[in-house]
């Protein structure tokens, strides 16, 4: 490559990196992306006063080039897990937490009495005698809230800080997306019935395999579970490596999977209600998310949006994403085989859910 890398430090905004970072930056030896990654920091934050290594050309696409030895990443590195950085005392406070809230919701909301879950879910049924209407009634209201919080987050973080936000932002949400999981379980079978292939040859494998598959993509922002709990800081993610590499908006591509699988295999109104909310949701969400990583990371995000694509394996077959050989590493990591073990307990827990959510009578 013959231009030089420049770093780029705006005086406004940027700071000069400690000296401890430049060794990461500008490695005297070769190394990996996964050893790279687990010893060091991540290039890029979720503070946009970090700094960005750039060409002079100022060109993105010369990114492209670099990225077979990831000397070109300006984002960070995803599902990175370093046991020996783990504090037990976290975690310790991560399942307070888990316990506290988990407490809060079930007397405060699912109980039905002392909570006012079913007093929400009884409120918005009153407003159509139709299960597919409510279904998308309770979808879009999840979707408002959620998503609204989340265009809000930049100044309500600068109002009470990262961590008081990431709790309304919870508190909100959660008891929401409760609400709708559980009226969808126990009306899934209630509306028209559309088509019927439960009993053809290989639909229940395709719809296991496929269910499977999509939270792969469905979680890559949430491997992080301390942040998730406020334990650490919460921070707004410039992934760009792992599930990243193969479409920018893994949520929105594990949501039409699952939602197309379970439409596929329910076959009635009721699926296809919640499936056109929960997708709708979710092509909203890649323009706004795209919109908020845009204004919090400005040039950064540009490169990799540059070399990355919505529509999964895009940019890789346009060649604007280069695979790095050893590309597979990027998902033998912890938070992965957890990913694995837990949708295989959610799959086996199935009626257990199916128990609980009926006796609500939600």
Not at 112 to 129: A, C, P, Q, R, W
Not at 239 to 245: K, L, Y
Not at 352 to 359: D, E, G, V
């Amino acid at each position: 490559m013959t231009s030089s890398l420049l770093l780029s430090t705006p005086l406004s905004s940027f700071l000069r990196p400690p000296k401890s970072r430049l060794t990461h930056l500008f490695p005297t030896k070769p190394s990996s992306l996964l050893s790279f990654s687990i010893s060091a920091k991540p290039l890029y934050s979720s503070n946009p006063s970090k700094f960005l290594i750039r060409t002079s050309t100022k060109d993105a696409n010369t990114y492209v080039s670099e990225q077979e030895d990831d000397k070109g990443l300006v984002g960070e590195d995803s599902a990175a897990f370093d046991l020996g950085e783990q504090k037990i005392s976290s975690w310790i406070y991560f399942s307070v937490i888990l316990g506290v809230v988990l407490f809060v919701l079930q007397v405060a909301w699912i109980d039905n009495s002392t909570g006012f879950g079913k007093v929400f879910i009884d409120y918005v049924s009153t407003l159509s005698e139709s299960h597919e209407v409510v279904m998308l009634l309770l979808t879009i209201i999840f979707a408002t809230v959620h998503s609204g919080l989340a265009s809000l987050r930049d100044d309500g973080e600068k109002l009470i800080g990262e961590r008081a936000f990431r709790v309304i932002f919870a508190g909100l949400s959660l008891p929401l997306v409760v609400s709708t999981v559980v009226y969808f379980i126990n009306h899934r079978y209630d509306g028209l019935q559309l088509w019927q292939v439960q009993g053809v040859p290989g639909i229940h494998q395709l719809v296991w395999i496929s269910n499977f598959l999509s939270f792969f993509f469905l979680y890559p922002s949430t491997f992080n579970l301390l942040e998730v709990a406020s334990v650490d800081k919460p921070k707004m993610h410039l992934w760009e490596t792992g599930i990243i590499r193969i479409t920018r908006h893994p949520q929105m591509v594990g949501q039409v999977i699952w939602c197309l699988a379970h439409t596929i295999w329910i076959g009635n109104s009721v699926a296809v209600a919640a499936s056109v909310g929960l997708i709708g949701h979710h092509l909203f969400g890649v323009w706004n998310g795209d919109r908020r990583l845009a204004k919090r990371y400005g040039e950064a995000f540009e490169v990799v949006k540059s070399r990355t694509s919505v529509i999964p394996f895009a940019a890789i077959l346009t060649g604007r994403q280069l695979l790095p050989k050893d590309y597979y590493k990027e998902f033998i990591r912890l938070p992965y085989l957890t990913i694995t073990a837990l949708t295989l307990g959610a799959y086996f827990a199935h009626p257990l859910m199916r128990a609980a959510s009926f006796q609500l009578h939600w």
